[in-house]
Structure formats: C-alpha cells, structure tokens
C-alpha cells in the first residue's frame, strides 16, 4: 500500500508540474499563433489581455509580459483617436518594464519594444515630437542591434521606419528595400531560443517588401 | 507558483479513496489525468461600462491568478468560459480607470456579471483650471500651444513676447516694449523664469521705439500666458503674468553657429556620458551698422546699435527626480538716436544708451518621497542704464540752453536696479490629484538714479526694498470633472510699508469630452512703479480685482477658447499736482481664439479677436479716459504650413487693432489742474509678417549637422503704422510716433554640429 501510495503521489506531482508547465506552453502558443490573425482582425486588445492574464498568473515567466507589451503597443499604432495613443503607449511601458524585470534586464527583443513604443509617442504630434521620440527610437533599435547582432527585428523596424519617412528626409521605397531585405535573410538564419520566444516579423517584413516594388 | 484549485481539492478527496483499494485509485489517477478535459466549463458574461453609462471597449475580465478571462467588444459585452470552480476573484480593468475586484462563486450555473469602472484621476485627462490661461508645452496633454509655435510664429522675429501678442488680451503697442493686457499698462504684467520674477525682462526703453524681449526662445521648454486671475504663487502684477520654463538637459552634446545680417552667435553644449549633467556657453555679438546702411532708418542712428550678449548654463541631475539649473545672462548695449527737435526747427535731440544687465537663476526642483514636491528658485539681476540726452544744433555741435522748453531737454541720468530673491514652494500630494501647495518668496531690491540737468547737479535718489510674501493654494479635484483653486497670498513691502492679503479662487468643470467651463476670482496687489518710488514713498498698493468667465474646448485639432472678464482697478498713482493713490478705473470685454490644426492639409492657423472697453484715471490723466495704449479691437490670424517636399515651412500673420486714442494733456495755471488741450485717434494698425524656415537636414536621424535658414519680413504691405502723436510745448505742432523703418528684414542661418553620441549612450547602458 505504501509503495502504491508512493507512485500514486509521483504520478500526482508530476502530473501537476507537467499540467502547469503544458498548460502555460499550450496557452503561450496558441495565442502566439493568433498574433497575425489578430492584426487583421483588430482582435490586439483582446490578445493583449490573453497574454496579460498568463503573465500574472505565471507571475514569473517574461515572455507573457513581453507579448502582452508588444500587442499593447500595436493596438497604440492602431488607435485612431490620438488622445488615446499615450495613455495606450505608457500601459505598453509599464509591462515591457515587468518583462525587463523578470528577464533581468533588458536584451534585444525588449529594445525593439521600447522603441517601438517611443515610434508610438511620436506619432501622436510628429512635428513637436520628433527631437524627443525619434531619438529615443532610435536610440533604442541600436541598443537592440548591439545586444543581438543577428535579431531580424531591429532591422525591420528600421526598414519600417524608413518606409514612413518621406524621401526629402532621406527615407522612401529605396532604403527601405534594402533594409526589409536585409531583414529577410536574418529571418531566414534567425533561430529564435525556444518556441515561445519571439519569432513575428517575417510576414510584415515580406508585405512592406512588395510594397516597396 | 499557485497549486489550481481544482487540484487542492482532489488532493482532500485521494486520501479518502486510498483507503478503499489501488483499483478506484488508479481509477482516479486516469480520470486526473483528463481532468482538465472533463470537467464542465461555465459561462460568465456581462456588460462593462463606464459611471457615465458609455460602454468600455478592450477591457479585460480576468479570474484573479488564472489563464481564463475575456475582452469586452465594442459594445461593452464580454463572454469567456472558464472550468475554475467555487469562491474566485474576478478584475475587470482598462487603460484609465480604476481596477475593480469582485467575488464570485462558480457553480456550473452560467454567471452574469457588469461592471462599472470609474475613471483613474490621471493629469492627462482631468479638467485643468484654464481661465485666463494659456499654456505652451512641452507635456502629454493637449496643449493651446507648443514651444515650437512661440519661434514659428511670422510677426515675432523669434522674441518670446512677439508671438504672445498674437494672442487674445494683449495690445499692439509699437512706442514702447511689454505686454499690455486687458487695459493693463506694461509694468502690470511680470515675467518669471522658473518661478522668480524678472526684472528688466526687455531691453532698456529707447523714447517711442519698443524693444525685445531679453532671452532666447530656445532656451524655454515651457510658457504659460495668464492674461488674469493668476496663481497666488505669483504676486506684484495687477494685469498679467508670463511664466517661463527654462530647459532640462539638451538632448545631445553640440555646438552651434549663427550668423544674420544683424549678427554673430556661437555657442557650445556639453551633456554627460550618463545624461545627469550638462553645461554650457554661448556669446553672440549683434550690429545693426550694415543693416541700417541697407534699411534706411527715419532717427539718425549715430550709434547704431550694438550688443555682447554672453550666457552660461549647468544643469546636475540630484536624483531620479530632482535637478538643479543655473542660467547665467550677460548682455552690453550701445546706442545713440537723433531726431530733429520739436520744438525748433534748427535744433536736434541726441539720445545715447549704454546698458548693462546681469542676470543669474539657480533653481532646484526635487520629489520628496511620493507625497512632496519642492521648488527652490534664487534669483539676482543687475541693470544699470547710462542716459545722455542732448541738444545738438544742425552741424549735431552740443548746445547748452537755459530757458525751457530746452533747459529740461538735456540731462544725464544714470539709473541702476538690483534685485535679489529667493523663492521656495512645496507641493504636498493628497487624495487623488488633489495637492496642496505653500511657500514664501523674499525680495530685495535696491534702486539707485543719479541725474544732472540745468536745474540739478548730480540729484542722487535712491530706495530700497524687502518684499516678503506667504503663500498657500489648494488644487481641489472633487472628480476629474470638477476642480477648484483655492488660494490666499500674503505681501508686505518695507518700502512703503503696507501689508496686503489676498483671495484667489478659480474653479473649472468639465462638460462633454473636450469642452470645459472655468471662472475665476481674485485680487491683485502691486506697489508703486520704482519710477514713482524713487521720489515720494509715502504710498499704497495699487489693487485691481479680476472677475473671469471662460469656456474652451481643445481637441487634438481643434482649439476653441472665449474668455469675458471684468476688471476693476482701485489706487492707481495720480502724478502731477500730487503724488496719490487716488486713482482709478476699469477694463471689461470677451476673447475669442480658435486653432484649426486640420481643415487644411498641412496648414496649422489661429485667430484671435479681442475686444476691449477700458477707462482709468491715473498719472496726469484729468479724469478717467481711454488710455493711449488701448484699441477697441484687435484681431489676429497666424498661419503655418509645412511643406515636407522642399523641407520649408512658410509662416504668416496679420494684425489688425482698430486706432488707439492720444492726447495732449497739459496743466493750466490758471485752474491749477491738468486738462485735455487735443485728442484724437490714431489709424488702425495693420501689419501683415512673412517668415520662411528652410531645414535642409530635417529627417536625417543619422545626421550630424542641423541647419535651419530664416528669412522674415515685418509688415509686407509696407502699410503706414501710427502708434500715437507728440506735442510741441506750446501744443501747436503734433508729430506722429511712427517705426524707424516700416519693415524689417532679417535673414539668417543657423548651424546646430550635433556630436552624436548615440554610440556612447548605447555603450554605457550596456
């Protein structure tokens, strides 16, 4: 009996961690697949709350948080009332700050959000802006280079940036190309460290390539 | 991590089958193991909204520590299912409001839940309490203005004074610098940088020709424009108050080159590898020599002007939220006008200025704890104004006469001002946004004049000053929709030793989404002009009460702003026969201002319309008449259009303000009062500026070099401009006032050698 209760709390134990662990993967990655899905359909904010609620359950995984930021700041870019955009922006900040947190410190994929939500300040009043934001970007797509010279992410988002800016600024169709094809051959080396960790951009990168032809 | 509560409770029940035999045990191993499959769901569904009853789209619903939850759609509705079972905690939350935490318990019975979310105070969103306000900055919330709009605007030659007169309050007045607002003379109205108060904010007073304002626009991140019922933090203007804000940290190491065609600039910045310290200098050298030989100027300018402008700057990062700022200005000018005499026709006035000013501001702004704030703010500024007028004859050969009109015509006059202040106010946090604010400014000033003329020989006056002032103030938000100011200033001024104590009281509500009602209430003291004081001490304050009614409505696009006020004016100075307090008056009227930042693509444009109803019986006034520096009317439109193809920005404005009244007031012996000998009223004042802002590297993230190439032009239309009349002695012959040139010119290029460090930001991150 004893031995039999012995498996019997083995099984159970392992059952539970494995559960937990299977739950928290099957949860990440199912709504990690929606990511694109969810962008056309204007699903963002539902996403973000998706992966809001895994984070603070989990309440120590950075990957949640991470994702829950980077929905957030894409529902920022989309938010067509413009005085809702900074408000949208500094909830952006305050979970890539979580995420940061719980990943100790900052890496590569983070930066690219940070930048991203400073893009999303800026675009509030671009004229205004533009000394502030467009530096800290800036700033913040470079750090992301140094910390993974091999992350596509950075570099789209430089492309992306270029796209938007007129070709009087030194932007256009033709930097632009060359970054997104640039940005497509990282992706095509661009290992990401486990199924969960970022991997998006691929797709985005190959739309505003042929937007570029 | 937190054990889900389903399995606690199969736990408690295991032990129970474990007793009965390994069968029903593995039994249950196998159904645990499809547990989470089995195990029926339940619906929880329901309505979020907001305490106004307006749907909250993209809330979350979440049972508190688990996966499950839904968003609400755009209509407020959510629906999730969720296998959790028995007592839980379900959130709901959004972006801006509180979050709300509620207790259920689920059964297999589907549950049926709304909420509502009330609004998180937030700054950004809550009512601001405008009245007579206007605020150009650099933070989140939508603004009237922005800093970029005070250097972009056509009429103000980048002077921070220029483009606060196209806005609604202020008067088009072209003999002599200031703001006039709502019926206010010039010294009615202050400026302060960074909380202390700024003597000697324009260049000297040269006799019917208006000077700029001292400091460079750029060096200000923030302006508030109050055309009345002002803070109590600030005292000793009875019109108006300009609030300056100087600069935190530059966003980069850099240096810089100007050059125009009326002169030289040069300067350097230095920011530290950690942002946490930056300092910096600059000079700038100014001659009006070449200028003036191109631009024929109407007075002979036998010294054109010239001016060593020199400024120095630090700037320490104290904490995570404190700073501390030095701003140093030095500045020497030279001038020398002549004009023919009025009263002769052989005899000219020769005007010489020599003028040198110091100004210093070390101010320390600091967070203490998460309650207090603390701003401490030390001033001291320098003036001295070296005068020499003479009587020339037509080989400009200096004439000494005895007998007037001409004695009095001659003079040297030296005249010095210092002040000295010190200026501290906490800020205490309360309840949600509410704050309460206190603190006390001390100033001492000394005002020195030296004068010799015919009658006088070295005539020294001198007075000195210790004004000390108490203040305390109560930002009251009772929701975000309804806040109250309430605050009360105490002053006392040694030099003619009066107390006052003062009310303030503003309240705003906000109705609909964008739109807002504000009123405010107060009183107003300020002592005697020190050209009055360094003669007869034996004074009072001059009082002016401020009755304010305001609605304006400000979306990301749209500005719309109305304003009536009623100003009522008591112990204003009597000069003449004697020096009183006896005199008096009053200013009423409505301000209309609208920005339009959309109808027209890449076109931002404002206009403003004042309308002014003012009396005063002051000075040597005989009885209480419309003061020479007030028209009826006044209107203006600014417009700005960025055109991204050639990088340029074309800027445009055109003012209009209908004819102010002048008279020729004179004392008759024979009644022993002073009496109106001519009046009239001057053409209206149209003047219609151009400006063109060419940035060739705009855009260039990469770049290492900013240039910004100016060109502007004042009154295209060349229109005649007539700002008032001078009298003979004997009132018989009368001489417009007009500008010495109808236009100006400037072109310009200004160089900005960014040393990117962006490297070195990114390196010591790492």
Known sequence: MKSIMMIFLSVLFTHALVAQNEKYTNAMKKNIAELESAMQKGAMPDLANNFLRIADAEKTQWLPYYYASYCTVMNAFMEQDKTKTDGIADKAEELIKKAEELAGGENSETCVIKSMIASAHLMVDPQSRWMQYGQTSGVHIAKAKSLDPDNPRPIFLEGQGKFYTPEQFGGGKAPAKELFTKALEMFDKFKPTSELHPSWGRSATNYFLAQCN | ?766
């Open chain 2, 1 to 766: 991590m937190n054990p889900r509560p389903v399995l606690r409770t199969a736990k408690k029940e295991n032990r129970n089958f474990g007793k009965n035999g390994s069968i029903q045990l593995l039994l249950f191993v196998m159904f645990l193991l499809f547990a989470d499959n089995v195990i029926a769901q339940t619906t929880i569904s329901g309505k979020v909204k907001d305490n106004k009853g307006k749907p909250i789209p993209g809330a979350s619903i979440a049972i508190k520590d688990t996966y499950d939850g839904g968003t609400s759609d755009s209509l407020g509705n959510y629906r999730f299912k969720t296998s959790e079972k028995g007592e839980q905690i379900l959130l709901a939350s959004s972006i801006g409001f509180k979050i709300l935490e509620e207790k259920i318990n689920i059964t297999d019975r589907s549950i049926q839940i709304d909420f509502v979310l009330k609004e998180e105070p937030n700054e950004l969103k809550a009512v601001v309490v405008s009245a007579g306000t206007f605020e150009a900055s650099d933070t989140k919330r939508t603004t009237v203005l922005n800093p970029i709009d005070i250097v972009t605007t056509a009429s103000a030659n980048a002077d921070v004074t220029g483009a606060i007169r196209t806005l609604p309050g202020t008067q088009q007045v072209g003999e002599s610098e200031g703001l006039f607002v709502r019926g206010g003379t010039a010294q009615e109205s202050k400026v302060f940088i960074d909380g202390t108060m700024v003597n000697n904010f324009f260049f000297s007073s040269v006799p019917d020709i208006a000077q700029r304002g001292r400091f460079s626009p750029f060096i200000f991140k923030g302006t508030v424009f109050s055309s009345g019922g002002y803070s109590a933090l600030y005292g000793q203007a009875l019109s108006s108050v300009l609030l300056l804000e100087s600069v935190d940290f530059p966003e980069r190491s850099s240096a810089s080159l100007g050059i125009s065609t009326v002169g030289l600039s040069g300067g350097y910045q230095q920011l530290s590898k950690k942002k946490n310290a930056s300092w910096g200098i600059s000079y700038a050298y100014t001659n009006l020599e070449l200028y003036y030989r191109i631009v024929k100027q109407k007075p002979d300018f036998f010294r054109k002007p010239a001016l060593h402008n020199s400024e120095a700057n630090f700037r320490i990062k104290t904490s995570r939220t404190g700073i501390l700022k030095f701003y140093g200005y030095f500045n020497w000018s030279d001038l020398g006008i002549r004009r023919p005499d009025i009263d002769s026709a052989v005899l000219k006035n020769a005007f010489s200025l020599k003028n040198l000013n110091m100004y210093s501001n070390l101010s320390w702004r600091e967070k203490l704890g998460s309650k207090w704030k603390m701003n401490i703010g030390l001033s001291y500024s320098t003036n001295t104004d070296d005068i020499q007028q003479k009587l020339q004859d037509q080989g400009n050969k200096e004439l000494e006469f005895t007998g007037e009109p001409y004695a009095s015509k001659w003079f040297d006059l030296t005249s010095k001002a210092d002040l000295a202040q010190v200026k501290a106010v906490f800020d205490r946090r309360l309840a949600g946004l509410s704050v309460l604010r206190f603190g006390g400014e001390y100033l001492a000033s000394r005002d020195r004049s030296d004068f010799t003329n015919y009658f006088v020989t070295k005539a020294k006056n001198k007075f000195d000053d210790h004004l000390k002032a108490g203040f305390v103030e109560a930002d009251i938000y009772l929701t975000n929709d309804i806040a109250a100011k309430v605050g009360t200033r105490i002053e006392h001024s040694s030099v003619i030793n009066k107390t006052n104590l003062v009310p303030r009281i503003s309240l705003a509500y906000k109705a609909g989404d964008n739109g807002q009602f504000s009123a405010a209430y107060g009183i107003f003291y300020q002592k005697p002009d020190r050209q009055i004081l360094l003669f007869q001490r034996q004074l009072d304050y001059s009082k002016a009460t401020h009755y304010i009614l305001n609605y304006q409505k400000v979306s990301r696009n749209y500005t719309l702003r109305t304003e009536i006020f009623y100003k009522k004016y008591q112990g204003l100075i009597k000069t003449g026969i004697d020096t009183t307090n006896l005199g008096y008056g009053d200013a009423k009227g409505f301000e209309v201002f609208w920005r339009d930042r959309k109808t027209f693509k890449n076109v931002d444009y404002w206009i403003s319309y004042s309308y002014l109803d003012t009396k005063r019986d002051y000075l040597n006034f005989p009885f209480a008449i419309t003061p020479n520096f007030a028209s009826k009317h006044t209107a203006s439109l600014v417009l700005k259009k960025f055109v991204t193809k050639m990088k340029t920005q074309f800027n445009g404005s055109y003012t209009f303000a209908t004819g102010r009244p002048y008279y020729n007031i004179r004392y008759s012996q024979s009644e022993n009062k002073y009496k109106i000998a001519d009046q009239g009223r001057t053409i209206p004042y149209n003047s219609l500026s151009f400006s063109v802002n060419y940035l060739p590297d705009i855009g260039k993230t990469d770049a290492k070099r900013f240039t910004v190439f100016v060109f502007s032009v004042t009154n295209v239309l060349n229109s005649k401009q007539v700002f008032g009349y001078n009298y003979s002695y004997n009132g018989l012959v009368k001489e417009a006032v007009v500008p010495p040139a109808r236009q100006f010119f400037f072109i310009g290029c200004f160089l900005s050698f960014g040393v990117d460090r962006s490297q070195d930001v990114i390196n010591s991150n790492l």
